[in-house]
């Protein structure tokens, strides 16, 4: 074979596994493009996501059976703004009297009557204490008063002492001067 049998075998070979631009057309036409299977890799959901999902997921019934069986948001605020708390129970028994308590107040507290009865007991000797009250203080006056006098007294015999003092010092000049004289 010459070479150009051989070109014409090669050509005619390329031909038959050579695809034709009417071919590539209909590849592009028909066909995805890599972008377009990542785009749908991106979001879809594959086998084992969805068996994840199925074994961690509530089925209808479940959530039924909640929604029958469990506690809303708002009833639990319901029974939250009408009950007491600990703390507000353990507030009011810190701070409120017990029966006991208020049994032995009973108990060991006087009565209104007893404390009226006190109180006239308490008015009477308060009388009486003004009474003596009065009478010392008449006392005390005397007293000042006789105190008052003999300070008087002792101030008039200081007086009479001082004049007696001086004149028994010029008697003793006096008869001093008298002997002075005498012995001249």
């Known amino acids: 074979m010459d070479k150009l049998e051989i070109m014409q075998q090669e050509m005619t070979e390329m031909k038959a596994n050579v695809a034709t631009k009417e071919e590539l057309e209909d590849i592009k036409n028909n066909m995805a493009t890599k972008q377009e299977l990542e785009n749908i890799k991106a979001r879809m959901a594959t086998k084992e996501e969805l068996e994840h999902i199925k074994a961690n997921m509530a089925t209808k019934e479940e959530l039924e059976d909640i929604k029958n069986n469990m506690a809303t948001k708002q009833?639990?605020?319901?029974?939250?703004?009408?009950?007491?708390?600990k703390e507000e129970l353990e507030h009011i028994k810190a701070n409120m009297a017990t029966k006991e308590e208020l049994e032995d107040i009973k108990e060991n507290m006087a009565t209104k009557a007893e404390l009226n009865e006190v109180k006239a007991d308490m008015a009477k000797g308060f009388s009486t204490v003004h009474q003596a009250i009065r009478e010392i203080d008449a006392i005390v006056k005397r007293l000042e008063q006789n105190q008052e006098q003999q300070m008087q007294l002792l101030l008039r015999q200081e007086r009479i002492i001082d004049m007696l003092c001086r004149r028994s010092l010029e008697h003793e000049a006096a008869i001093a001067d008298l002997r002075l004289t005498i012995k001249s």
């Open 75 to 85: 009833e639990l605020e319901d029974i939250k703004a009408r009950m007491a708390t």
